[in-house]
């Protein structure tokens, strides 16, 4: 059987394949540059210095942050959350999330929130994922110092109004997981109210791995997590009081850092707006093609304009259970008895027979499904990307219909 070409739809894990210009650039960086910003003073250490800065200020001006010198980088988001959360909340301290949020979230403010570091409350969303605003309102309290937000979920791609959000919560900093929307979705913190903003660089910002960081804006202070050799005051014996000095010790993945501005400078280049317009159109044409199938569940908003180019689906013959008819799931055909497709089954067809990349499973987000209801098993994720095309998607959409039929 001739081998079929590949197409990758686990963008929301990592993207790929990136612009060109991130290979260059890292490539550029190992070749000509080599050396350690901020650490000499030699030209090869200032030009390393400039391509560092240089990537801050792409994302500052990405997420219209209003000084780049509070762009962070650590080696990926879940760095940059752990950061924040054992930077900024102190003992007593009351939390709000939501039930959407990733492991990356969860874990670490339920470590904190057991050792009785901080108190919790998780929002709960609807079967669309989408938050309840009026249980938001009321779990908010005078100590609530964070509200936890993720801006789109990595099961269903579910949007998140971050506008709305900034309105109950008020004066109260908004974190926001921007790792499935930064680079494909706009973002202006000061326009929406972000206090502090996390991203991952490999994702829809389309950079390496070991890339990441969060934007914090001026007024909102963290301890450094790690302490050591900054480059700076280097006669001192304490941490830099000054970002982003305070909360980047020991020599960074500048490589990684080059190659991330590289491909935030493509995405300014081609302009979130069209990237989203594109991903948007994609996941149209996908819900389309998936929406009247017998034998398939799709879950999430089931509209483009209300989600990201995520879209999770399970083989199902069955609502999920104690759904009530109003659920995100659009597409059941309930006359039909067929065995149901397990999504590792289907994962494994999609990628021997198709040549289809998907992930299936829970997708480091437990509690994301059981507000959805795919609880313990999880769901076949197809999550594209800038570089997927309509063509792509009907293959998909082929593949889908042949194992939903089987
Ligand atoms: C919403 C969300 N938050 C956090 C993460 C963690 O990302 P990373 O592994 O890059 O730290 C992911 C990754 O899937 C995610 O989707």
Not at 59 to 69: E, G, K, T, V
Not at 263 to 288: K, P, S, Y
Not at 333 to 348: I, K, Q
Not at 370 to 393: A, Q
């Amino acid at each position: 059987m001739e081998k079929k070409r590949l197409i990758y739809m686990d963008n929301a894990a990592t993207s790929f394949p990136k612009p060109p210009q991130v290979m260059q650039a890292m490539v550029h960086f190992m070749e000509h540059v080599g050396a350690n910003p901020g650490r000499s003073g030699h030209p090869l250490a200032r030009e390393a210095g400039k391509i560092v800065d240089g990537a801050r200020n792409s994302l500052a001006r990405l997420f219209n942050a209003d000084d780049p010198s509070r762009v962070c980088f650590t080696l990926n988001i879940t760095g940059a959350l752990n950061t924040v959360f054992l930077g900024y909340l102190n003992a007593g301290d009351h939390v709000v999330t939501t039930s959407m949020e990733h492991n990356s979230v969860m874990r670490p403010l339920v470590y904190l929130q057991e050792a009785g570091h901080i108190s919790l409350d998780i929002v709960p969303c609807d079967r669309k994922g989408l938050l309840d605003m009026d249980a938001l309102a009321r779990l908010l309290r005078r100590d609530t110092r964070l509200v936890v937000l993720n801006h789109a979920s990595n099961v269903c791609g579910t949007l998140q109004d971050v506008a709305a959000v900034k309105a109950v919560t008020g004066d109260i900093p908004l974190l926001l997981d921007a790792a499935q929307t930064a680079g494909c979705y706009p973002i202006d913190m000061k326009a929406l109210g972000v206090d502090i903003l996390t991203f991952t660089g490999h994702k829809g910002l389309l950079g390496p791995q070991g890339t990441g960081g969060f934007c914090v804006r001026e007024g909102i202070d963290l301890k450094p997590l790690v302490r050591g050799g900054t480059g700076s005051m280097s006669e001192d014996l304490h941490q830099p009081d000054f970002m982003p000095d305070s909360m980047e010790s020991g020599t960074q993945n500048n490589v990684g850092i080059a190659g991330l501005g590289a491909a935030v400078d493509f995405i300014l280049g081609e302009g979130v707006e069209n990237i989203r317009l594109h991903e948007e159109g994609l996941t149209r044409r996908l819900l389309d093609g998936i929406y009247d199938l017998q034998n398939v569940a799709i879950y999430g908003p089931l509209d483009p304009a209300r989600q990201t180019a995520t879209v999770s689906i399970t083989f199902d013959s069955t609502l999920p259970e104690d759904s009530e008819g109003s659920l995100g799931c659009g597409a059941i055909n309930l006359e039909w008895f067929g065995d149901n497709v397990s999504p590792g089954e289907a994962e494994d067809r999609l990628g021997s027979q198709y040549n289809i990349m998907v992930r299936v499973g829970l997708h480091c987000a437990p509690m994301a499904h059981r507000t959805i209801g795919t609880f313990p098993d999880g769901t076949v994720r197809l999550s594209m990307g800038y570089f997927n095309t309509f063509e792509d998607v009907d293959a998909a959409v082929q593949a889908i219909k042949r194992i939903a039929a089987a």
